[in-house]
T-cell receptor, first 118, second 113 residues
Framework: ETGVTQTPRHLVMGMTNKKSLKCEQH?????MYWYKQSAKKPLELMFV???????ENNSVPSRFSPECPNSSHLFLHLHTLQPEDSALYLC?????????????????FGPGTRLTVT | TQLLEQSPQFLSIQEGENLTVYCNSS?????LQWYRQEPGEGPVLLVT?????EVKKLKRLTFQFGDARKDSSLHITAAQPGDTGLYLC?????????????FGEGTQLTVNP
């Protein structure tokens, strides 16, 4: 596997279900991100982890719970979601932005999980 | 108010035509990236620019960063159907020291055979 992978690619869940999205990066990066992409809206940053520590949480509802057990893996646990949470959820990784050099600016994305909440 | 404005929002052209899409802001960015996203996939990084006035070329794609680092353009020469996709610009604001990338809403390009 290369780059950033995400599973599952598609997920349909009811509002009372609990599910998890998984992301894995094979790029040797140490920062990972969750984004939400909805139709006709810019990408919305949800969470940022650097060196396995959550460094940013952009007022995301508690029904979304991230977990970063190590620098290669990132999870998004979902619980009692709403229909408006239906979207493409994208994971990305980068080098720690506090490092010098171009690589610290660049984020690499996975293919996303298309989530539908019914 | 959108921090990064992309224009046009939609563009439909014939194969072989040239086109330019724009990414504008009133804020200064320390770096700016362009991504292309195809349906059902994540954005793929095309280029990063960091120096005001910088021009980078990637085959038929030419990227320019404005002198004041507030805007950028992407020019495609002799567009092909394979260029079809959502083009996103994203930048890191100079005033921030964190990781946040600010994204534009994107330009949806369709190149018809």
């Amino acid at each position: 596997e290369t780059g950033v992978t995400q599973t599952p690619r598609h997920l349909v869940m009811g509002m009372t279900n609990k599910k998890s999205l998984k992301c894995e990066q094979h790029l040797g990066h140490n920062a990972m991100y969750w984004y939400k992409q909805s139709a006709k809206k810019p990408l919305e940053l949800m969470f940022v982890y650097s060196l396995e520590e959550r460094v940013e949480n952009n007022s995301v509802p508690s029904r979304f719970s991230p977990e970063c057990p190590n620098s290669s893996h990132l999870f998004l646990h979902l619980h009692t979601l709403q229909p408006e949470d239906s979207a493409l959820y994208l994971c990305a990784s980068s080098q720690d932005w506090r490092r010098e050099g171009l690589s610290s600016y660049e984020q690499y994305f996975g293919p996303g999980t298309r989530l539908t909440v019914t | 108010t959108q921090l990064l404005e992309q224009s046009p929002q939609f563009l439909s052209i014939q194969e072989g035509e040239n086109l330019t899409v724009y990414c504008n802001s009133s804020s200064v960015f320390s770096s700016l990236q362009w991504y292309r996203q195809e349906p059902g996939e994540g954005p793929v990084l095309l280029v990063t620019v960091v120096t005001g006035g910088e021009v980078k070329k990637l085959k038929r794609l030419t990227f320019q960063f404005g002198d004041a680092r507030k805007d950028s353009s992407l020019h495609i020469t002799a567009a092909q159907p394979g260029d079809t996709g959502l083009y996103l610009c994203a930048g890191r604001l100079q005033e921030t020291s964190g990781s946040r990338l600010t994204f534009g809403e994107g330009t949806q390009l369709t190149v018809n055979p």
